[in-house]
């Protein structure tokens, strides 16, 4: 099995998209969280994607998974070894923010 792990430029990203929501709703941040570890939670333990790399790399491909009720995107990199979290944006966001991270 890969191991998996969120970087920590995503976390705080994550972090700060909670406290936002919770500042617009109080419990919406919880709602929020509890979304994206489920997104998270797939994203660590499931075998195989069926959706399209967004890009490939050196060793691997860059993946991209939805938040549910959310318009927030997961970017991870995947390769052999690991499924790497790369950021936990909107999924406006500009495509060179996340490039930037590989």
């Known amino acids: 099995m890969r ?4 970087d920590d430029v995503a976390a705080d990203e994550f972090e700060a998209a909670a406290a936002w929501y919770e500042g ?3 419990g919406l941040g919880l709602e929020f969280i509890a979304e994206v570890n489920r997104t998270l939670d797939r994203i660590e333990h499931h075998e195989t994607f069926v959706t399209a790399p967004v890009t490939a790399i050196r060793g691997g491909v860059v993946r991209r998974e939805f938040v549910r009720r959310f318009p927030y995107v997961v970017m991870f990199v995947e390769t052999d070894d690991i499924r790497r979290v790369i950021m936990i944006r909107r999924g406006t966001s500009d495509p060179d923010l996340w490039q930037s991270r590989i």
Do not use: G
């Open 3 to 6: 191991s998996f792990k969120v």
């Open 24 to 26: 617009e709703r109080p």
